[in-house]
């Protein structure tokens, strides 16, 4: 039956009272979240952006402190950063899409796809799976912490860190003296290497460049303009994108314990150097640069949106089960680091790295919220820490 326009009047005051609501409810949301934003500047960091993203709320963004000490610069909610190592969130993505459209399976041995030149003097690669990569769970040598690669970021030889190819790094996982971190299946060993063959096995299969399948299948479908690939320059058409944000290294006897800091990156204040340039450029685990803005609403799919099957989601999310009967503050490994905190299971992506970078994407189940944040500092290592024990309670709580 029609309604009348009498009708439609007596409704009117009505909807303006919900609209009236739900922008006054936005609002309060607004000033908790800048109050939380403002938690920074108890610590030593140069600058913060927040991006939190609930059910029935409007994405928030917002932006703290210095994107440039020199320049006395303010970070910006739009500006890019480097996203560090929640670039492998997007690999993993990738591969399974490709496993959603039955091309791999997660049982797929990585022998049976690459070349037997470029793997076979990995320590156990007849046995190694695609999971095994995923979950890092394959026992392959990390050279995270190789002195060897690290002098090529921030010490000695940083001149040479351009010239690193996918071959070279894969290399450094069967040299004389870099021991397997475990065997396949039986442990959890974070390794880089692991998603550099994850991005050959997707050029492999999609007989594409590991860029163009990410921008074809991820990034243009999701609508991230402001998401690519590091790049000294800006040429969209090779979906590289420039950094606009600095990074800072902390100064300390934990660092220089472990490398000499090449006299090519300055001292902007007492005890901190500017060290942009060490940033990684390894496109499938930390050579993403994005923003708040375009990490959110990639999160939001991942987790929220069925961007992936039913059936890969849930094996991404299955490492936490049970977890929340575990002791707080348990992590496991898989995909995503999942935690067992005071405020529930949360799921997290994190990037860390010497070029003055600390990121996370986080997924809280209970609350379905997505949170992602970016500190442009390295060195005082309790920047996740800050995240997740004193921005992301309160959000979800």
């Not at 010490?155 to 397997?180: F, M």
């Not at 099957?309 to 094996?315: A, G």
């Amino acid at each position: 039956m029609k309604k009348t326009l009498t009708q439609y009047v007596t409704l009117m005051p009505l909807i303006l009272l919900l609209m009236f609501l739900s922008c006054q409810n936005q609002e309060n949301h607004d000033k908790i979240y800048e109050e939380i934003l403002k938690k920074t500047a108890q610590h030593e960091y140069p600058g913060i952006i927040l991006g939190i993203k609930k059910p029935q709320q409007k994405m928030w963004i917002g932006a703290y402190g210095l994107s440039s000490i020199e320049e006395k610069k303010y970070m910006q909610p739009d500006d890019r950063f480097h996203i560090a190592s929640v670039t492998k969130i997007f690999t993993a993505t990738s591969i399974l899409k490709l496993i959603d459209e039955h091309k791999l399976s997660l049982n797929t041995k990585v022998i049976k796809v690459l070349d037997s030149s470029l793997v076979s003097r990995i320590p156990h690669i007849e046995k190694i799976t695609i999971q095994q990569l995923l979950d890092h769970s394959s026992g392959i040598y990390s050279f995270n912490n190789d002195l060897k690669y690290i002098e090529t970021l921030l010490g000695s030889k940083v001149s040479e860190n351009i010239n690193w190819s996918d071959k070279d790094l894969i290399a450094l996982a069967y040299r004389e003296n870099a021991e397997p971190l475990g065997k396949p299946g039986t442990g959890h060993y974070y390794s880089d290497v692991n998603y550099i063959l994850l991005a050959l096995l997707v050029e492999k299969i999609s007989k594409i460049p590991f860029r163009n399948y990410v921008k074809q299948n991820i990034l243009d479908p999701l609508d991230l303009k402001n998401t690519g690939f590091y790049s000294l320059s800006t040429n969209m058409e090779k979906i590289e994108v420039s950094t606009t944000v600095q990074g800072y290294l902390k100064q300390s006897e934990i660092l220089d314990g472990f490398i000499k800091i090449h006299s090519s990156f300055i001292e902007v204040t007492p005890g901190l150097l500017n060290t942009t340039l060490a940033v990684e450029k390894i496109d499938a685990s930390a050579g993403m640069v994005s923003t708040v803005s375009d990490l959110t609403r990639f999160g939001e799919a991942l987790y929220l949106k069925n961007f992936l099957s039913e059936e890969s989601l849930h094996w991404l999310l299955s490492i936490g089960e049970g977890i929340k009967n575990e002791e707080l503050d348990t992590s496991r490994q898989g995909i995503s680091t999942v935690w067992n905190k005071p405020y529930g299971i949360i799921f997290t992506s994190l990037g860390d790295g010497g070029a003055g970078i600390n990121s996370i994407l986080a997924f809280h189940p209970q609350s379905k919220s997505i949170i992602v944040g970016f500190i442009n500092v390295f060195g005082h290592f309790n920047e996740h820490d800050f995240f997740m024990d004193q921005i992301i309670p309160d959000i979800v709580n």
